[in-house]
């Protein structure tokens, strides 16, 4: 009989789509959306379908194995903990815990996985990580503003008679936003797309503003300063509820327009037309993509958009607000990852993972553990982190294929995916927390994270503290949730929304800042970003259309990946549509197949990010290792390079 399971997608999306699995004869047969979540309504993406054939290809590993010279052998489970247990007594008795690094990725974002924490606690408080290699950024520059970031419900779209996708692109990564873009439209509203790329998200929009890249800051500023100029501000938000208003104005009149329209390279019709959009047109949601995020000054960009926000009146009320994501960890008792343990313990900046670990010293790295990800291919700067990696005497791997970073393995460890698992999962893109059922029995050899630490902690003193059964970890985790009278039951049939999550958040303007008035930004510092002849483009590692991160298979790695220029940047290097071509950074170079484009920009090199290393088309062979001045992020699209024919 065909069986029909519920669950939601765990993956490192901000959707987190309500799904159906499918089943017959312990076989998932298709993952279609489930209609009844109340944000993605049924809908699925083509990288879901996509999921299912990873699940059952041919090319995942469904045993463990143990590296012998440039060989792999299969081994069993025992085998493997015994080894991963010895190894790290070993390193703990001679070196400390800190030689040992626990590096935890987003591939898999679930409850019970924030358990492996708990074991690297309980073991003695190994190195672990800080920052991000995504929205860390972002978050800290709102937290400046407004105390603590709360975006408005994705539902309260449906007050907003205008939109602003700044940075975002929806129809690649938040298809869930589409018909709220199709709805204002088909009101009579509008839409505009601010980004530096033509995204598959442009032809959906009834406008698209090209800044130059980085430089967003100053298209806000001049925004606000056109919205000022007629003084169509919300005089009174300033005047009662904000802090520092007086300093930001002092910073955006050290410009002119003329001047503000250059830096940004945005017409002075296309800052009036975002400034009447914001004004004329209210209330307009303003909806910031995780690409504002990845430059070394991404927060000051956050806050001259929130900024603006509040000069144009649509901070706290329907149908507005400044977004930009959510907190996707606020239904868990966090105190059960053990991290009270050890608060001062050693943690590596995620965006500078290699130069951490190859200049970690008292003591340096012996061991890394690995779990949902992949940082010698997605992390800045992919042969530094490799030859981290390849220093590093002893690592171990937990994936579903060997990727990158499980090629520097010595021992791998086969992991469950989401259908195999039973977990729930909250989300960065919405309020809702979607049950996690398990819709087969695990392929092969294949465990859980859960599985494998609760193996590991059995071979060690603290084994009583960590053995419970998953429900009741899960009940733990989720005693928050659960005391706000949700039972685990309603959980497992369907989504939840967290019940204290606000629709429309500062709605009575009140901000949890010391003051309760929002805070402007008084100092702002102007990247210096002088064109650099020998790399004069901007490389832009977006997010692509077909694939998630690095979520793809050995076999899916033979194609170059398509790089977008513009016609002139083509010609200027004699390079033709469809050939290969070298991108070469200062950290670096790869290659790509050129695509050329009207449609892009001619100071720009658009690569999607996620081809392994083993591609020879991969974009963190050319990304610098920087962290953002705020938020600890990843400034990936602060990497320039230049262009070459390729053979």
Request: include cysteine; charged fraction near 25%; proline fraction near 7%.
């Amino acid at each position: 009989m065909l069986q029909e399971v519920i669950t939601t997608c765990t993956r490192d999306c901000p959707n987190a789509c309500g799904l159906i699995a499918r089943v017959e004869k312990g076989k998932v047969l298709s993952l279609v959306g489930n209609p009844r979540h109340p944000v993605s309504r049924g809908f699925a993406c083509r990288k879901c379908a996509a999921f299912l054939k990873r699940a059952y290809s041919p090319e995942r590993i469904l045993t463990p194995l143990k590296r012998e010279g440039a060989a792999w052998r299969r081994i069993g489970w025992d085998a493997a903990l015994d080894e991963i247990a010895g190894r790290m007594t070993d390193i703990r008795d001679r070196q400390g815990p800190e030689a040992i690094l626990y590096y935890r990725g987003f591939a898999q974002r679930t409850a019970l996985k924030l358990l492996n924490d708990r074991f690297f606690n309980l073991f003695g408080g190994v190195s672990g990580t800080r920052g991000t290699l995504c929205g860390g950024t972002g978050q800290a520059g709102q937290d400046l503003d407004f105390g603590r970031r709360i975006s408005h419900d994705p539902a309260d779209l449906q007050n907003s008679r205008s939109l602003v996708m700044w940075g975002r692109n929806p129809a690649a990564t938040n298809p869930y936003l589409l018909p709220a873009m199709a709805k204002v439209r088909r009101e009579g509203g509008r839409v505009i797309l601010i980004d530096p790329v033509r995204s598959e998200t442009a032809a959906l929009c009834d406008q698209h503003i090209r800044p130059a890249p980085g430089s967003d800051a100053y298209l806000a500023m001049a925004a606000a300063k056109v919205i000022l100029s007629r003084e169509e501000e919300d005089a009174d938000f300033l005047a009662d509820q904000s802090e520092g208003f007086t300093k930001y104005r002092e910073i955006i009149e050290v410009f002119t327009l003329d001047e503000l329209a250059s830096l940004c390279d945005v017409s002075i019709a296309g800052i009036e037309s975002l400034a009447d959009l914001l004004t004329r047109q209210r209330p307009t949601a303003i909806l910031l993509g995780w690409g504002l995020h990845r430059w070394e000054y991404g927060h000051q960009t956050v806050r001259c958009i929130d900024a603006l926000g509040v000069i144009a009146g649509i901070i706290g009320i329907p149908g507005g607000g400044v977004s930009q994501g959510f907190e996707e960890y606020a239904p868990y008792d966090l105190s059960w990852t053990g991290d009270g343990l050890h608060p001062e313990r050693r943690r590596l900046l995620m965006p500078m993972i290699g130069e951490e670990i190859l200049t970690a010293r008292d003591p340096e790295i012996e061991m890394i553990f690995v779990t949902a990800g992949n940082p010698v291919c997605q992390a800045p700067n992919s042969p530094k982190v490799k030859a981290a990696f390849e220093k590093t005497p002893f690592k171990v791997v937990a994936g579903h294929f060997l990727d990158d970073t499980a090629q520097q393995a010595d021992i791998f460890l086969p992991t469950t995916t989401f259908l195999e698992e039973q977990d729930v999962v909250a989300s960065y893109g919405h309020n809702y927390v979607g049950p996690v059922n398990r819709a087969i029995e695990p392929l092969g050899e294949c465990r859980s994270d859960f599985d494998i630490f609760r193996g590991l902690a059995s071979r060690f003193p603290f084994a009583a503290e960590f053995d419970r059964p998953a429900e009741e970890w899960l009940a733990l985790l989720l005693s928050p949730l659960l005391a706000q009278e949700i039972p685990m039951e309603e959980l497992r049939q369907g989504p939840v929304r967290l019940p204290d999550a606000p629709m429309v958040p500062y709605v009575d303007r009140v901000f949890p800042t010391p003051s309760g008035r929002f805070r402007f930004i008084t100092r702002f510092e102007a990247p210096l970003r002088k064109r650099d002849e020998a790399y004069p483009y901007h490389l832009l590692s977006v997010s692509p259309s077909d694939w998630l991160c690095s979520e793809l298979t050995p076999n899916e790695q033979g194609d170059l990946t398509e790089v977008r220029i513009n016609p002139e940047v083509a010609r200027k290097h004699g390079l033709s549509d469809g050939k290969p071509a070298r991108i070469v950074s200062r950290v670096g170079s790869t290659v790509g197949q050129i695509r050329i484009s009207e449609n892009e920009r001619e100071d720009t090199v658009v690569f999607p990010r996620g081809k392994w290393l083993a591609s020879g088309s991969s974009a963190n062979m050319l990304t610098q290792d920087l962290v953002s001045k705020a938020g600890n992020g990843a400034p990936y699209y602060e990497t320039t390079v230049r262009l070459e024919p390729a053979d």
